[in-house]
């Protein structure tokens, strides 16, 4: 069986792994630079739009550590003493956004 990532050559690899990660940061500094266009149109809304992001991002992650990961621990931990049936560890995100409710 051929291998690519043996046999092909490096610069070859390159161009072509690298490509798609390549065009795929450039959308997205284009993105950037085209939403902070518009909402730099926005006003006051607009730069408060900016500066919220990273405090709901952080809101966002500390839910998962506090919630979500503890919830997902506790199902599989129960499905292994075999109390409960497996598809409960579907529900962890369902009941740790209730519970954040």
Known sequence: ???PMKE???NKLML???TPIILSMMMQALYNIVDSAFVSNMGANGEMALNAGPQSF???ILRQ???VIPVAFVFSNL???G???KSIIWFTF???EMLTR
Request: proline share 4%; net charge positive; no cysteine.
């Open 58 to 60: 952080v809101i966002s």
């Open 16 to 18: 072509k792994m690298g």
């Open 79 to 81: 499905v292994i003493a």
């Open 8 to 10: 092909a050559p490096v």
């Open 94 to 96: 369902i009941i740790a």
């Open 1 to 3: 069986m051929n291998n």
């Open 83 to 85: 109390t409960t049936f």
């Open 65 to 67: 550590f506090v919630l």
